[in-house]
């Protein structure tokens, strides 16, 4: 689940073509990039697939930063092979994006200006080796939640990104769970460090589904035009549910001392996220917003001179070649 | 130098090249000039650790005294690594790291090539795996070497000045000393100064084409293979690569 908030934009279009187009969706057709489509569903999409992206792209920070300390080869290893995958993601989902009409620069200016977003959950430090695991565990399980029915999502190049994404985010949770049970199955410390882990991920992985239902405001459109296929509450409740038995088994505390099965509902019952906290960092006061977003600039800048390097390269070729014919 | 002690050598030398260079490499994630260069690190390094798991494998194996890869590669000082200085001085700036990759990778393939035909038959199994990734890396390197050599102005110039810093540390992938006699008095591995005029023709034409001048010096640095004198770098890089092994002996992660 890395697009939070998504405003879905009000949509002038004509009134025949916008019930022509919602009967296609309803009809469970996929629309293509050169399909008429109303300019609301367009712009949220943008927005949507954009923010995923850039999520993928900002994620690799928190999961680089402890690849030089990983602890053995092995896991030295996955941790490469999944971060690698992140950043395949980020391009599948800018190409896709780059169908509706936005080129990868200017949406990745967006991003380095601040008037797009990514998922807040990056905007948190890792701060033990235990928190990689719980990264794949917590943050891909809940991103999984959300990617899984969008496989089934209206447009085609999102939802064909995602069946191809969700494979690889799956293997990305298990290894997480892995990495962390090999914590909580070892020493004193190693526990400690997973239960350290889980203490600060817990909430921040509740925040990624986004506000809840009765504060959502964005919800009904996106969910007409099948760009969302259900309610924050439903998937945060479905993430718990799947993931306090798991904690149970690993012998991990989840720090939550209202959290408890609710027999009658078949559902446990659980504290919500401090949602204040939420929306500060959504507004670029969380603990790693500013040292993020200065990281990826810093990137960019200093990789201007081998883009504009790469490219007179590339013209210069291709006037070569155009001499010798 | 027993057989024995000079066939650890140079397996800890092959897996030390992979291992600090892929560690190197690793640094860049989430930093490159562009999305691709970003995929195309981390799968760079992939493989470099990936090889660095069979070469140090089969050293510990050698080795025979119940150590593992990890142990080898987490738990020794510097003074015990066998890695030539080239890969372990800083990346830089992108340039640097590719200009470094790019005059490994020329050596890597070579090397590779001759040890398929190893009388070592593990030995043998690791370069023809390896070889193939190996071929890849090339490819990219010179591409991104010729490509920025011949870019703009600045890219040229960044990317002389890469060259010139480096070139001096590429002499000594070619050194031989005892160890490696006894190598190829085995048939285990080629001995190193023959693969120079090899690698002179094929870096000499790949900065042609990107329109950079290799210094006329052939003043090569060195201890790094051998182990007498590595750089400042080694160090630092140990205290973070090897920081959990060390703060928790025993752990398993």
Redesign the interface.
């Known amino acids: 689940m890395y697009a939070q908030m998504i405003k879905s934009e009000a949509t002038q279009d004509d009134p025949e073509k916008l019930a022509a187009f919602q009967a296609r969706i309803d009809a469970g057709e996929k629309i293509e990039p050169k399909d008429w489509m109303p300019e609301g569903y367009r712009k949220t999409l943008i927005r949507q697939i954009g923010q995923h992206a850039h999520s993928e792209?900002v994620g690799?920070?928190p999961?680089?930063n402890w690849?030089?300390?990983?602890?053995?080869?092995?896991?030295?290893?996955i941790l490469?092979?999944k971060?690698?995958d992140e950043?395949?993601h980020?391009?599948y989902l800018?190409c896709a994006a780059e169908t509706l009409g936005v080129s990868?620069d200017e949406i990745t200016e967006m991003l380095l200006d601040g008037r797009m977003k990514y998922s807040s959950i990056f905007n948190y430090p890792t701060l033990n080796?235990a928190d990689i695991g719980a990264v794949g565990w917590l943050v891909d399980g809940a991103a999984i939640m959300n990617q899984v029915p969008l496989q089934r999502t209206s447009f085609g190049p999102y939802s064909r990104a995602m069946i191809r994404i969700c494979k690889e985010e799956s293997f990305h949770q298990r290894q997480g769970y892995d990495?962390i049970r090999?914590?909580a199955e070892?020493?004193p410390?190693?526990k400690k460090m997973a239960q350290d882990a889980l203490n600060r991920l817990w909430y921040p992985s509740l925040m990624m589904f986004g506000p809840s239902d009765k504060d959502s405001v964005h919800s009904a459109q996106s969910m007409a035009w099948k760009i969302k296929m259900n309610t924050n509450d439903e998937l945060r409740q479905k993430f718990v549910d799947q993931t306090v038995p798991q904690a149970e088994y690993l012998g991990l505390t989840v720090p939550d001392p209202d959290l408890k099965w609710n027999e009658e509902r078949g559902h446990y019952d659980y504290t919500d996220p401090d949602w204040s906290e939420f929306f500060d960092v959504i507004k670029g006061n969380g603990p790693c917003n500013v040292d993020r977003l200065a990281?990826r600039n810093?990137?960019?800048d200093?990789?201007?001179?081998?883009?504009?390097?790469?490219?007179?390269?590339?013209r210069?070729k291709a006037a070569r070649k155009h001499a010798a014919e | 130098m027993t057989r024995e002690d000079a066939f650890t050598q140079f397996l800890l030398q092959m897996g030390d090249n992979t291992l600090i260079l892929g560690h190197r490499v690793s640094e860049w994630c989430g930093h490159a000039p562009v999305l691709e260069e970003d995929i195309a690190l981390a799968n760079t390094a992939l493989d470099l650790i990936g090889q660095t798991q069979m070469w140090l494998g089969l050293a510990a194996e050698v080795q025979g005294d119940g150590k593992s890869a990890d142990d080898l590669a987490f738990l020794r000082d510097a003074w015990d690594f066998r890695n030539v200085l080239l890969v372990e001085v800083p990346n830089e700036d992108f340039g640097r790291t590719l200009m470094r990759q790019f005059l490994f990778d020329a050596w890597h393939s070579i090397q590779l090539g001759r040890l398929m035909k190893s009388s070592d038959e593990r030995v043998a199994a690791i370069a023809e795996k390896a070889s193939k990734e190996v071929a890849y890396h090339l490819e990219r390197s010179a591409d991104t070497v010729v490509g920025l050599g011949d870019g703009t102005e600045e890219s040229h110039r960044r990317m002389q000045e890469a060259l010139d810093y480096l070139w001096p540390y590429a002499g000594e992938m070619f050194q031989s000393d005892e160890a490696d006699a006894e190598m190829v008095k085995a048939g285990i591995a080629p001995d190193p100064a023959s693969l120079r005029e090899e690698y002179d023709t094929l870096v000499s034409r790949v900065l042609t084409e990107a329109t950079l001048t290799i210094p006329e010096s052939r003043f090569a640095h060195k201890g790094g293979r051998t182990g007498a004198m590595h750089t400042e770098h080694l160090g630092h890089l140990l205290t973070q690569m090897q920081w959990l092994q060390r703060a928790y002996p025993g752990a398993k992660w």
């Open positions: 792209i690799q920070l999961e680089g690849i030089t300390r990983a602890p053995t080869l092995e896991r030295k290893a490469l092979a971060v690698q950043a395949g980020g391009l800018y990868r080796w990495a090999k914590m070892g020493t410390e190693q990281a810093k990137a960019w200093d990789g201007k001179w081998v883009r504009d390097g790469l490219l007179a390269h590339a210069k």
